[in-house]
């Protein structure tokens, strides 16, 4: 799925670069948060992994990690049956959650800097694309020149984020 995702992010830039017109930049735009989303899917897919590996070896349930790792809450209907619902989570929360739990699964001390640039220009960008998605008039379209560099930011930083969050888990998986 992520090689997908990236091979359309690659696909965007290129065209975008070869013709820079407001279809490509919204192409580019749509393409990189779907990857963002992609990375944040795998990298909780791989924690709960290592969750459920946890419950094996020592017994121990977080029953509340596993639940946000599924996406899933769960309550009791009006007839006293135990039902489930997807649980919304705002997406930076969800992409800071996904990396801290990855690395923690690893033993790695890393930690997204949420006070940097690149973490805004991450900010800018799920707005943008949200405003890309949800329209309210055709002004809402326009991908400025600004945007569109702030999501280039942001999938270059979270890029090499995500660099760096694999070799501390490597590095750490390495001391144990």
């Known amino acids: 799925m992520i ?13 975008l670069t070869d013709s820079d017109s407001q279809f490509w930049r919204r192409a580019f735009v749509r393409a990189t948060l779907s990857f963002v989303e992609g990375i ?6 791989q924690a ?16 509340a990690r596993l639940s946000v790792l599924f996406g899933e809450s769960y309550f ?3 007839i006293g049956k135990l039902r489930w619902r997807p649980i919304h989570i705002p997406m930076l929360h969800n ?7 990855f690395a923690q699964l690893h033993g790695s001390a890393f930690k997204l800097d949420k006070s940097s640039e690149e973490w ?4 800018t960008a799920f707005r943008v694309r949200d405003r890309l998605v949800h329209p ?10 600004v945007e569109l560099t702030a999501v280039k930011t942001a999938v270059s930083w979270l890029n090499e984020s995500l660099g760096s969050l694999f070799s501390e888990a490597q590095g750490a998986l390495k001391k144990k």
Do not use: P
């Not at 944040?40 to 897919?45: A, F, I, P, R, Y």
């Not at 309210?136 to 020149?145: A, Q, R, S």
């Open 3 to 15: 090689s997908v995702l990236f091979e359309d992010v690659n696909e965007c830039q290129a065209r």
């Open 40 to 45: 944040t899917v795998l990298l909780k897919q």
């Open 76 to 78: 009791i209907d009006d």
């Open 136 to 145: 309210k008039g055709v002004d809402e379209l326009i991908v400025t020149d």
């Open 95 to 101: 992409v800071a959650f996904a990396f801290r739990e």
């Open 48 to 63: 709960l992994v290592g969750a459920c590996n946890k419950i094996t070896t020592t017994g121990e349930i977080d029953f």
């Open 120 to 123: 805004r220009a991450l900010q």
